[in-house]
């Protein structure tokens, strides 16, 4: 009898799991050319299958749910098919499926080209756009494309928190922690296949860092053979671009190569004076060497030159408004201007990819080189060349000591309004007329010079359905050369290079004459090492999904002074001691599945990372010193988040806390303080910051044609300690009880617990709505607001010193607490709404495909500031005090400027 019970038993179990398990079967095909499309994979529930689509089109996928669920079908450059299925114990026979061309994808691809040129922006931070371009979650795409006009962070992150590779080589530098997407931009044709993880989520490519990761993928192979070519004119940072691209198909042989080339250029930006001049290349060859092995060989190289901006006072904006730039002047009828960027720098990768049905291993090598070079005229005994150097503004006369000079400053008005732009013909006029002395002006050269080689391997190992193991390791050796060079004397014979301020050789073991082309001021090299090896399990189940991963690293840094400066005999010429760190990092994450169409998430994440080589050396430039305190930094992170996925409607809603520790920060600057005046570094050690807010973004199918979205951030970023403050006098221009055995002065806590950081607007939402049409063509229109965002604070202020009168070393009589308050008050800059349309139409002729794109931002026209500082020239009350009494300081806050109504209008032509 029991074991007619036990076989009854067994029976309906198996009964009960065929019931719950059954096929689905269907096959993918291009509705333009009838072929499978490369890299389609499927979704169910919103959540993407492991394996991608065969190439042949044909799929077949078991499943074990109950009810309703929504099978997504995508591929690259595709719009989406969404079914809404059924699961029973019968299986599925879905036939053929069309996809149709995506010209929206045209949104991504072109309005990333425009962010390219941004992100390395004069505000001193990368935007996080491109990281954020391969993601289809509509809060990020909303961040990247619409909110990133006015310099808005996802989370308040900065991108040295996000991990970028290529072919699963890691591109962040270590010099600043940041990817330089300029060494690859004007190739989106070639780098459009990417694999992005958001936040703390799990890649299969690295650790990755809190913002997220991007894997961009080169491979001829994933790549839509044929041609495209695109031309593209546009009124924002350059004004016409051309771009080509060819892929081959896969030959007999196992080949596959692809070639892609753009030129980006204008004489003006929108900013006046910004000149745009880029080049791109870029070739790829794959090689199958048999099912198991494939060799990649590819070769990049992005030529950048532009013509940079500065943040302007807002007296200066009231004058000449938000498109004015004092960094140009013209010469024989021509723009130049004084503070030009340019980009160089080669990268050469080969790759190998050994393939089974349970495991793939990435092994790739990296070389890159080239220089970064940033140009500013020099002027040595010489008045400052700059039109917008405070001697020269109406408020140097409305603020005098002795009173208001209405008259004097009605003439600056008058005469910074005819003649507000670099008079270069007055520069070489006032070094001819001092033939025999040394160069009064000078227009040189910062150059980076950077040989950098990366080795890497990546391995992801499947454990049946349920385990996944990724691990991996790289090394990361860089040698950098920084100097400054002379190019251009603009009519002197020589330069004589000696410091200014303290009348001291930059370099006692040369001949202080130099002519163009010579280094001259500094001359050091950067020595960097990383190593760095992560481990990752995943688990998922049909309720389950979890992951924990694990970090090790160490760094070394060494600086190797190659000039003998003489303020600094002793520790400038030659080698520091190598600076070294070891770093643990781990985070974890759990998912769990409510039902097929609801699930939440959570991750958490501890992690140590070294200082950046720019927060560790304190003037690298002149002496080997570093941070007295230098520690690692710490950070701690959790979020959560609820996901669903229904038919028509699909959101996410998340919230997050990231904490800080013990930052170092490093800041250059002229100040007259309570203590003395000079240039200084500098140094604030014990900093910690918190991050704390949550996400929201919803789209709504509400017919086939139109879907509506809307998206919304709430946060707060703020100084989250009181770190401690010291500044390094470059001349000892102070009182010498005050400076202590490494030279630096230290001014004890500056008060800044509670002020806001300036992360870009820590508020903002927006509303969208999107038309596509059953004969291709599309309109989309998104409303959004920005607010909530700040200016970076003066640290110095805020310490004790600040209270000090520098001519009696006493406490200032009327420095009261209300007052000291009110003068320091940090006030947030003006909320602002943006307006953003855009437009495509696309063809399919004899096979040809043909589009067209259109952008046009900030509709109304809107004037906003993105960003700004507080300079740090008043360092002591006594001096902020009397430069507010007039209304308009001398040394007020200096703001960027967001652009105005600007266009973007692309075609593109494309066939096999």
Known sequence: MRYFVLSLWLFTLQFLVAQDDFKITGKVISIVNQEAPINATLSINGKPKESPIPISGNFTISLSIKGSFILEVSASNFVTKKLELIGTREDIDLGIIYLEPDIVIEKTNNLIALTDADLEDDQGESITSGLLQATKDIFLNRAAFDFGQAFFRVRGYDSRNGKVLINGIPMNKLIDGRPQWNNWGGLNDVTRNQEFSAGLNPSSSSFGGILGTTNIDTRPSQLRPGYKFSSSISNRTYAGRLMAT?????????????????????????????????????????????????????????????????????????????????????????????????????????????????????????????????????????????KTYYRYLPSFYLNSPIGANFYSANKAEEDFLENAQIGWESLYAANTNTITSPASYMLYNDVVKDRQFIISSVANINFGTSFKLDVGTYYQNLHSKNYAQIDDLLGANYHNDVDAFSNTKNNVNENQEKIAGDIFNYNYNILANNYNVFGQLKYESKKWEGFISGKYSTSNYQREGLYKNERFLDNSLGTSEKINFSNMATKAGATYKINGRNWVSTNVALMNRPPTVQNLFINPRENNTIVGESTKEKITSVDLSYFASFPKLTGRVTGFHTRFQNTTDINFFFVDAGVGSDFVQEVLTGLDKLHIGAELGVTYQLSSAVKLSGVFSLAKYVYASNPNVSINFDTADASEELINTTGNVDLGEAYIKDYKLAQGPQKAWAIGIDYRDPKYWWVGLSANFLGNNYSNISTITRTNSFYLDPETGEKFPDATEEKVTALLEQKPLDNFYLLNAVAGKSWLVNGKYISVFISLNNLFNTTYRTGGYEQSRNGNYGQLRDDNLSGSPSFAPKYWYGYGRTYFLNFAYSFN
Request: hydrophobic share 30%.
């Open 246 to 386: 060819y892929t081959s198909r896969t030959n007999k042989k196992g080949i596959t190569y692809s070639i892609s080339g753009s030129l980006r250029g204008a004489k003006n930006g929108f900013v006046k004076g910004t000149l745009y001049s880029a080049y791109a290349i870029y070739g790829a060859l794959e090689y199958n060497l048999n099912t198991k092995h494939t060799l990649l060989l590819t070769a990049f190289l992005a030529s950048n030159r532009r013509g940079r901006s500065s943040a302007i006072t807002e007296e200066v904006f009231e004058l000449k408004g938000n498109t004015y730039n004092p960094y140009w002047g013209n010469q024989n009828g021509k723009i130049r201007n004084s503070r030009e960027r340019k980009l160089q720098e080669p990268t050469f990768m080969l790759n190998h990819r050994f393939i089974t049905e349970k495991a793939l291993i990435n092994t790739g090598v990296s070389y890159q080189f080239g220089t970064h070079s940033k140009s500013r005229l020099g002027y040595y005994n010489a008045p400052n060349p700059d």
